[in-house]
Protein backbone atom coordinates (compact mmCIF):
# COMPACT_ATOMS: atom_id res chain seq x y z
CA UNK A 1 0.00 0.00 0.00
CA UNK A 2 1.21 3.23 -0.35
CA UNK A 3 1.61 5.29 2.05
CA UNK A 4 -0.65 8.70 2.20
CA UNK A 5 1.12 12.11 3.15
CA UNK A 6 -2.04 13.78 4.84
CA UNK A 7 -1.55 14.43 7.78
CA UNK A 8 -3.10 12.53 10.60
CA UNK A 9 -3.28 14.62 13.49
CA UNK A 10 -6.18 16.65 12.05
CA UNK A 11 -9.45 14.72 13.88
CA UNK A 12 -9.89 13.09 16.86
CA UNK A 13 -13.61 12.01 18.00
CA UNK A 14 -12.03 11.03 21.77
CA UNK A 15 -10.71 14.58 22.22
CA UNK A 16 -14.03 15.74 21.41
CA UNK A 17 -15.76 13.28 23.54
CA UNK A 18 -13.69 14.09 26.42
CA UNK A 19 -13.58 17.50 26.57
CA UNK A 20 -17.65 17.75 26.85
CA UNK A 21 -16.73 14.38 29.55
CA UNK A 22 -13.98 17.50 31.76
CA UNK A 23 -16.50 20.42 31.15
CA UNK A 24 -19.61 18.66 32.73
CA UNK A 25 -17.43 17.26 35.59
CA UNK A 26 -16.36 20.89 36.13
CA UNK A 27 -19.49 22.56 35.32
CA UNK A 28 -20.94 19.84 38.07
CA UNK A 29 -18.67 20.32 40.42
CA UNK A 30 -19.38 24.32 40.61
CA UNK A 31 -22.96 24.10 40.42
CA UNK A 32 -22.55 21.65 43.40
CA UNK A 33 -20.78 24.24 45.06
CA UNK A 34 -22.95 26.58 44.04
CA UNK A 35 -25.75 25.75 45.63
CA UNK A 36 -24.61 25.17 48.91
CA UNK A 37 -23.64 28.68 49.01
CA UNK A 38 -20.58 30.74 50.58
CA UNK A 39 -22.38 30.63 53.93
CA UNK A 40 -21.14 27.02 54.27
CA UNK A 41 -17.39 27.43 52.81
CA UNK A 42 -15.88 23.92 53.51
CA UNK A 43 -19.50 22.09 52.75
CA UNK A 44 -19.33 23.77 48.96
CA UNK A 45 -15.77 22.60 48.56
CA UNK A 46 -16.59 19.32 50.12
CA UNK A 47 -19.75 18.99 47.43
CA UNK A 48 -17.22 19.94 44.71
CA UNK A 49 -14.60 17.52 45.68
CA UNK A 50 -17.11 14.58 45.85
CA UNK A 51 -18.44 15.25 41.74
CA UNK A 52 -14.64 15.51 40.92
CA UNK A 53 -13.78 12.28 42.32
CA UNK A 54 -16.60 10.07 41.17
CA UNK A 55 -14.02 8.62 38.37
CA UNK A 56 -11.85 7.77 41.18
CA UNK A 57 -14.86 6.05 42.64
CA UNK A 58 -15.34 3.90 39.54
CA UNK A 59 -11.09 3.10 39.58
CA UNK A 60 -11.58 2.08 43.30
CA UNK A 61 -14.73 -0.26 42.36
CA UNK A 62 -12.38 -1.92 39.44
CA UNK A 63 -9.84 -2.63 41.43
CA UNK A 64 -12.42 -4.29 44.09
CA UNK A 65 -13.26 -6.28 41.67
CA UNK A 66 -9.58 -7.32 40.61
CA UNK A 67 -9.03 -10.05 43.20
CA UNK A 68 -12.12 -11.42 43.04
CA UNK A 69 -12.11 -12.18 39.08
CA UNK A 70 -8.68 -13.31 38.95
CA UNK A 71 -9.02 -16.47 41.46
CA UNK A 72 -7.59 -19.21 39.78
CA UNK A 73 -5.59 -17.18 37.75
CA UNK A 74 -1.87 -18.03 37.49
CA UNK A 75 -0.16 -14.48 38.33
CA UNK A 76 0.55 -13.91 42.16
CA UNK A 77 -2.36 -11.99 43.63
CA UNK A 78 -1.23 -8.18 44.50
CA UNK A 79 -1.91 -7.66 48.42
CA UNK A 80 -4.61 -5.04 50.07
CA UNK A 81 -2.17 -2.14 50.14
CA UNK A 82 -0.29 -3.26 46.80
CA UNK A 83 -3.90 -2.61 45.37
CA UNK A 84 -4.38 1.06 47.26
CA UNK A 85 -1.16 2.27 46.22
CA UNK A 86 -2.05 1.28 42.66
CA UNK A 87 -5.41 2.74 42.63
CA UNK A 88 -3.77 6.27 43.94
CA UNK A 89 -1.53 6.02 41.21
CA UNK A 90 -4.33 5.09 38.54
CA UNK A 91 -5.94 7.76 39.21
CA UNK A 92 -3.26 10.46 38.85
CA UNK A 93 -2.28 8.78 35.52
CA UNK A 94 -6.07 8.69 34.66
CA UNK A 95 -6.54 12.90 35.62
CA UNK A 96 -3.68 13.70 33.04
CA UNK A 97 -4.24 11.62 30.42
CA UNK A 98 -8.12 11.86 30.37
CA UNK A 99 -8.30 15.09 31.92
CA UNK A 100 -5.17 16.81 29.59
CA UNK A 101 -3.50 15.18 27.10
CA UNK A 102 -6.20 13.70 25.29
CA UNK A 103 -8.87 16.52 25.19
CA UNK A 104 -6.41 19.03 25.17
CA UNK A 105 -2.86 17.91 24.37
CA UNK A 106 -3.29 15.09 21.41
CA UNK A 107 -1.75 17.56 18.63
CA UNK A 108 0.64 18.49 21.00
CA UNK A 109 3.11 16.44 19.34
CA UNK A 110 2.96 15.68 16.05
CA UNK A 111 4.34 12.75 13.86
CA UNK A 112 7.65 12.68 12.64
CA UNK A 113 8.71 12.28 9.28
CA UNK A 114 11.29 14.25 8.26
CA UNK A 115 14.54 15.97 9.71
CA UNK A 116 18.02 14.92 10.76
CA UNK A 117 18.46 11.50 12.14
CA UNK A 118 15.57 9.76 10.24
CA UNK A 119 17.08 7.80 7.46
CA UNK A 120 18.54 4.35 8.48
CA UNK A 121 17.41 4.27 11.85
CA UNK A 122 14.35 2.76 13.21
CA UNK A 123 11.52 4.20 13.60
CA UNK A 124 8.02 3.65 15.71
CA UNK A 125 4.70 3.57 15.33
CA UNK A 126 2.62 3.83 18.51
CA UNK A 127 -1.01 2.35 18.54
CA UNK A 128 -3.98 3.41 21.43
CA UNK A 129 -6.05 1.44 22.90
CA UNK A 130 -10.04 1.51 23.64
CA UNK A 131 -11.75 5.40 24.14
CA UNK A 132 -8.28 7.08 23.99
CA UNK A 133 -6.61 8.59 21.22
CA UNK A 134 -2.55 9.29 20.31
CA UNK A 135 -2.11 12.10 23.29
CA UNK A 136 -1.71 9.06 25.58
CA UNK A 137 1.79 8.62 23.82
CA UNK A 138 3.13 11.99 24.45
CA UNK A 139 5.81 11.41 27.20
CA UNK A 140 6.77 8.74 24.65
CA UNK A 141 6.56 11.06 21.68
CA UNK A 142 8.59 13.53 23.49
CA UNK A 143 11.57 11.28 23.92
CA UNK A 144 11.33 9.78 20.36
CA UNK A 145 11.67 13.58 19.44
CA UNK A 146 14.52 14.10 21.38
CA UNK A 147 16.55 11.03 20.09
CA UNK A 148 15.64 12.31 16.26
CA UNK A 149 13.28 9.15 15.49
CA UNK A 150 10.72 8.89 12.81
CA UNK A 151 7.15 8.40 14.53
CA UNK A 152 3.71 7.84 13.92
CA UNK A 153 1.09 7.73 16.85
CA UNK A 154 -2.34 7.07 15.51
CA UNK A 155 -5.78 7.89 16.15
CA UNK A 156 -8.15 4.73 16.03
CA UNK A 157 -11.65 5.81 14.11
CA UNK A 158 -14.61 5.01 14.47
CA UNK A 159 -14.13 4.93 18.25
CA UNK A 160 -16.65 2.46 18.84
CA UNK A 161 -16.56 0.35 15.78
CA UNK A 162 -14.95 -2.95 15.28
CA UNK A 163 -11.53 -2.91 15.36
CA UNK A 164 -11.17 -4.26 11.97
CA UNK A 165 -11.75 -0.99 10.94
CA UNK A 166 -8.52 0.03 11.64
CA UNK A 167 -6.52 -2.29 9.39
CA UNK A 168 -6.26 0.75 6.95
CA UNK A 169 -5.14 2.91 9.75
CA UNK A 170 -2.32 0.57 11.01
CA UNK A 171 -1.31 0.03 6.90
CA UNK A 172 -0.84 3.44 6.29
CA UNK A 173 1.07 4.19 9.43
CA UNK A 174 3.75 1.17 9.19
CA UNK A 175 4.05 2.32 5.42
CA UNK A 176 4.83 6.09 6.30
CA UNK A 177 7.57 4.95 8.80
CA UNK A 178 9.05 2.60 6.91
CA UNK A 179 8.91 4.95 3.46
CA UNK A 180 11.37 7.50 5.64
CA UNK A 181 13.61 5.44 7.31
CA UNK A 182 13.80 2.43 5.30
CA UNK A 183 13.90 0.20 8.17
CA UNK A 184 10.85 -2.31 9.48
CA UNK A 185 9.41 -0.17 12.30
CA UNK A 186 8.71 -1.32 15.76
CA UNK A 187 5.10 -1.00 16.87
CA UNK A 188 4.01 -0.29 20.34
CA UNK A 189 0.64 -1.25 21.65
CA UNK A 190 -1.83 -0.34 24.34
CA UNK A 191 -4.62 -2.12 25.53
CA UNK A 192 -7.08 -2.77 22.13
CA UNK A 193 -3.88 -1.36 20.36
CA UNK A 194 -2.76 -4.85 20.57
CA UNK A 195 -5.65 -6.60 19.45
CA UNK A 196 -5.84 -3.87 16.41
CA UNK A 197 -2.10 -5.14 15.28
CA UNK A 198 -2.63 -8.63 15.81
CA UNK A 199 -5.88 -8.62 13.63
CA UNK A 200 -4.20 -6.51 11.24
CA UNK A 201 -1.07 -8.78 10.83
CA UNK A 202 -3.55 -12.13 10.37
CA UNK A 203 -5.53 -10.21 7.45
CA UNK A 204 -2.28 -9.44 5.48
CA UNK A 205 -0.58 -12.64 6.35
CA UNK A 206 -4.89 -14.49 5.24
CA UNK A 207 -4.69 -11.91 2.07
CA UNK A 208 -1.15 -13.10 0.56
CA UNK A 209 0.72 -9.76 1.55
CA UNK A 210 4.13 -10.13 -0.50
CA UNK A 211 6.00 -7.25 1.32
CA UNK A 212 7.32 -9.91 4.37
CA UNK A 213 7.99 -9.38 7.43
CA UNK A 214 6.45 -5.73 7.60
CA UNK A 215 7.29 -5.17 11.91
CA UNK A 216 10.59 -5.52 13.19
CA UNK A 217 8.98 -6.13 16.67
CA UNK A 218 5.72 -5.65 18.17
CA UNK A 219 4.99 -4.73 22.03
CA UNK A 220 1.72 -5.08 23.75
CA UNK A 221 1.07 -3.55 26.86
CA UNK A 222 -1.88 -4.38 29.23
CA UNK A 223 -3.23 -5.81 26.02
CA UNK A 224 -6.07 -8.14 26.51
CA UNK A 225 -5.28 -11.05 24.38
CA UNK A 226 -7.54 -13.15 25.81
CA UNK A 227 -10.29 -10.98 26.45
CA UNK A 228 -11.37 -9.00 29.59
CA UNK A 229 -14.41 -9.69 31.97
CA UNK A 230 -15.16 -5.71 32.08
CA UNK A 231 -15.71 -5.64 28.08
CA UNK A 232 -19.55 -7.35 28.99
CA UNK A 233 -20.22 -4.12 30.38
CA UNK A 234 -20.07 -1.87 27.05
CA UNK A 235 -21.82 -2.62 24.03
CA UNK A 236 -19.75 -1.23 21.35
CA UNK A 237 -18.65 -3.33 18.48
CA UNK A 238 -14.77 -3.51 19.56
CA UNK A 239 -15.91 -3.80 23.53
CA UNK A 240 -17.84 -7.09 22.12
CA UNK A 241 -15.05 -8.40 20.33
CA UNK A 242 -12.99 -7.97 23.56
CA UNK A 243 -15.11 -10.35 25.70
CA UNK A 244 -14.09 -13.59 26.92
CA UNK A 245 -14.95 -15.73 24.73
CA UNK A 246 -16.08 -13.89 21.70
CA UNK A 247 -15.62 -15.51 18.11
CA UNK A 248 -13.39 -12.56 17.23
CA UNK A 249 -11.47 -13.50 19.34
CA UNK A 250 -11.66 -17.12 18.98
CA UNK A 251 -10.73 -16.87 15.32
CA UNK A 252 -7.39 -14.25 16.76
CA UNK A 253 -5.99 -17.02 18.72
CA UNK A 254 -6.64 -19.88 15.52
CA UNK A 255 -4.29 -16.98 13.61
CA UNK A 256 -2.16 -16.74 16.73
CA UNK A 257 -1.61 -20.55 16.94
CA UNK A 258 -0.92 -21.10 13.40
CA UNK A 259 1.81 -18.84 13.09
CA UNK A 260 -0.14 -16.11 11.06
CA UNK A 261 0.48 -13.14 12.16
CA UNK A 262 3.88 -12.59 9.51
CA UNK A 263 6.07 -11.85 12.65
CA UNK A 264 7.88 -14.83 14.09
CA UNK A 265 6.26 -14.94 17.46
CA UNK A 266 8.94 -14.34 19.73
CA UNK A 267 9.38 -10.79 18.33
CA UNK A 268 6.31 -9.89 20.15
CA UNK A 269 6.96 -8.65 24.02
CA UNK A 270 3.69 -8.69 26.01
CA UNK A 271 3.92 -6.24 29.34
CA UNK A 272 1.21 -7.02 31.70
CA UNK A 273 0.41 -6.13 35.53
CA UNK A 274 -1.11 -8.35 38.51
CA UNK A 275 -2.58 -4.88 39.61
CA UNK A 276 -4.06 -4.01 35.91
CA UNK A 277 -7.99 -2.62 36.73
CA UNK A 278 -9.13 -2.97 32.89
CA UNK A 279 -7.21 -6.69 32.34
CA UNK A 280 -8.88 -9.14 33.86
CA UNK A 281 -8.15 -11.59 34.84
CA UNK A 282 -3.76 -10.26 34.26
CA UNK A 283 -2.65 -13.50 32.56
CA UNK A 284 -5.13 -12.68 29.60
CA UNK A 285 -2.53 -10.04 28.52
CA UNK A 286 -0.13 -12.35 27.87
CA UNK A 287 0.81 -14.73 24.63
CA UNK A 288 2.17 -18.02 24.26
CA UNK A 289 5.49 -18.11 22.40
CA UNK A 290 5.49 -13.81 23.30
CA UNK A 291 8.51 -12.65 25.53
CA UNK A 292 5.70 -12.25 28.52
CA UNK A 293 7.08 -9.54 30.96
CA UNK A 294 5.47 -8.75 34.67
CA UNK A 295 5.14 -5.52 36.15
CA UNK A 296 4.31 -5.97 39.62
CA UNK A 297 1.21 -3.38 41.61
CA UNK A 298 0.34 -1.27 38.44
CA UNK A 299 -2.70 -0.33 37.05
CA UNK A 300 -3.19 -0.26 33.36
CA UNK A 301 -2.45 3.00 32.58
CA UNK A 302 -0.21 3.41 34.47
CA UNK A 303 1.84 0.84 33.06
CA UNK A 304 1.97 2.83 29.78
CA UNK A 305 4.09 5.14 31.37
CA UNK A 306 6.08 3.32 33.56
CA UNK A 307 10.08 3.97 33.16
CA UNK A 308 10.72 0.63 33.18
CA UNK A 309 8.26 -0.35 29.71
CA UNK A 310 9.52 2.68 27.95
CA UNK A 311 13.42 2.37 28.12
CA UNK A 312 13.27 -2.04 27.67
CA UNK A 313 10.87 -1.27 24.80
CA UNK A 314 12.62 1.88 23.55
CA UNK A 315 15.58 -0.14 23.62
CA UNK A 316 14.30 -2.45 20.89
CA UNK A 317 15.43 0.41 18.47
CA UNK A 318 19.36 -0.58 18.27
CA UNK A 319 18.78 -3.77 17.10
CA UNK A 320 20.86 -4.41 14.00
CA UNK A 321 18.62 -7.36 13.02
Request: with cysteine; proline share 6%; charged share 15%.
Amino acid sequence: MKPSSEPRESHSAVARLQLFVVIGLVSAAALSAGLIGPSHPWLAVAAGVAVLAVPALVLGLEFLLLPWRSRGDPVSKPGWSVLLSAWVCEFVQYLFAFGWRQPFRWRAIPDRLAGDGIRGRRGVVMVHGFCCNRGLWNPWLRRLRREHRAFVAVNLEPVFGSIDDYNATLDDALARVEAVTGLRPLVVCHSMGGLAVRAWLAKRQASGATRGDCVHRVVTIGSPHHGTWLARFSPTANARQMREGSEWLHALAEAWKAGHTGVPLHRFTCWYSNADNIVMPPSSATLYGADNRLIPGVGHITLAQTAEVMNCTLAYLDESH
